[in-house]
């Protein structure tokens, strides 16, 4: 039998797909069904039919997990953030232990892998330091929310439960501003409009907030309005138009100008400190950020002595937080605006052993080794989702660091690279911590420890 769009199938849900939505099979065909848990019977509408798998909408859940619980926002289930709400934190973090065991032994071979449980939040809520709301006009109100998982409708909330409380009272007059003002709100169908997004960026630690507006123009006539009508709020420190008129689902565009106060707001992860500007990179949850690099630190093992080096450094974060505790650390990054960052983060926190490099890591880390002769005793990556070049990991090999610190935020791609590392007895995969960045989602990240095996021959 073939499963065909609008079929209805019941079917049992027993693995959850990268997106946070349940698996299932009908007759064999697999199909993923957005906001159900493994476990779960579900009466499933057939929406959408690929070749060798498809989309079901949950028309009702027949035998519901005993783990699920009733999203405390009004806009989980439609709104393309929180895609595991409906699920006691608690589990949410079993969940992604398992997702993390599973990807290291059948994507890494590393049967007898030790995952333990995953560092979570004790307050899983209001933890972003970052939002970003799309805006637009429907008939008669102006809509303010995300997007839907999947789609650039928007589902309109104000109030998201993992974003900051303030954010609410902003939007507010945000809106109200740009009814009073006549202000439009841009088309993607159309270009048309000015009012694309609005930024909200929190210092978690030091309270202080700044608005951004991204608009469809090279100019913007309301400033005057758009202060006033912010005027009332704490903790503003910064309001700032960013100019994007391009055509396309980018964001910000390049051009930012500061109308009110300052450029940037600080933060603090630890106990230094991040200037971060409208366009800046920034971890969105600084207080679990703090305890993944703790456990990077206590993985290195630093004794004070040791040549760092930190391929994808982003803004610096983790080389700033382990030179002080090292002789010296090369950090590498491929986007220059960020290593200009971690310069500046360099300087605010008076560190001086730490020197920043643009550039791809799998292209500078071989200069830095055969031109420079750094050979490092600790290696740290931390790369985005599709994990580390595969010629970095063969020059790994060959540079021999002590210790390897990989940070992962996505644990196929890690298995994969960490397959590679301790293959032939390379490498040893001493330790594996998770944390969990973001609560409501199903993104893990996770910390390693390789050390390198000294395998003397001559020894019994
Ligand atoms: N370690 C940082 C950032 C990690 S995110 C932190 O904790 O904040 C991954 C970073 O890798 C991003 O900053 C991205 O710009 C950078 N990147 C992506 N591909 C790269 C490459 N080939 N070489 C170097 N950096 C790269």
Sequence with gaps: MTV???DIHNITITDIGDHGEGIGKADGYTLFVKNTLPGEEVKTLVVKANKSYGYGKALEIIKP???????????????????????????????KQNKVKQDLIRIGGFE?????????????????NKAQYPVSRSKSTIDIGFYSLGSHNITVCDNCLIGSRANKKILDAIKSFMERNNVSAYNEETGKGLVRHILIREGRFTGEIM??????????KYKKE????????????????????????????????TIWGS??????????????????????????????????????????????IDA???????????????????????????????????????????????GKAEDVVPLLYNEKGVTPNVMVVDPPRKGCDKSLLELMLRMEPQKIVYVSCDSATLSRDLKILCSNG?????????????PMTYHVETVCLLTKQNINVLAD
């Design 312 to 358: 994808y450094c982003g803004i610096g974060s983790i080389s700033l937080f382990l030179a002080r505790q090292a002789k010296k650390v090369y950090g590498v990054e491929i986007i220059e605006a960020a290593v200009e960052n971690a310069k500046e983060n360099a300087k605010l926190n008076n560190i001086d052993n730490a020197e920043f490099y643009t």
């Design 65 to 95: 997990s005993p783990h699920r619980i009733v999203p405390p926002c009004s806009a989980a289930g439609r709104c393309g953030g929180c895609t595991l709400q409906h699920l006691e934190y608690q589990e949410q973090l079993k969940l």
């Design 4 to 6: 065909k769009k609008n």
């Design 426 to 438: 390379n490498y040893n995969l001493d330790k594996v911590q998770p944390v969990d960045m973001f």
């Design 263 to 308: 450029d940037y707001i600080t933060d603090s992860i630890g106990d230094l400190k991040f200037k971060i500007s409208a366009l800046s990179f920034f971890q969105v949850n600084p207080a679990q950020t703090y305890k993944l690099y703790s456990k990077a630190l206590e993985f290195a093992d630093l004794k004070g002595n040791e040549t760092v």
């Design 211 to 220: 608005v951004c507006l991204v608009v469809n123009s090279n100019s913007f």
């Design 112 to 128: 007898s892998a030790c995952v333990p449980p995953v560092i979570g939040m004790d307050e899983p809520w209001h933890y972003r």
């Design 226 to 257: 758009l202060i006033s009508s912010l005027d009332n709020i704490k903790n503003i420190r910064s309001i700032v138009i960013n100019h994007n008129t391009l055509r396309s689902n980018v964001i910000m565009g390049d051009k930012c100008e």
